[in-house]
């Protein structure tokens, strides 16, 4: 015998998937403002050695920092 589902039951699963769904949107959302929030952060951080290492006339560091900092906008874009 086959068990059909009340349209009560049948609303009720739509209703939690689309709360699922909607829970699941919002921790990818969230995830992505941390993302770029982190990156932004190592960003600056980078920028701040930069402008260190060009104070200091240290040209290594500049080109390391610089050859790092190139290589994270090209994994992440600008």
């Known amino acids: 015998m086959e068990k059909k589902e009340s349209y009560t039951e049948m609303v009720n699963a739509y209703a939690m ?12 959302y969230a995830e992505m403002i941390l993302n770029e929030l982190l990156l932004t952060r190592r960003k600056e951080v980078i920028v701040k050695k930069i402008d ?27």
């Open 17 to 28: 998937t689309q709360i699922k769904n909607e829970k699941f949107m919002a921790e990818i």
């Open 52 to 78: 260190l290492a060009l104070d200091c006339k240290d040209k290594r560091a500049f080109l390391l920092l610089t050859d790092e900092l190139k290589e994270l906008e090209k994994q992440f874009g600008s």
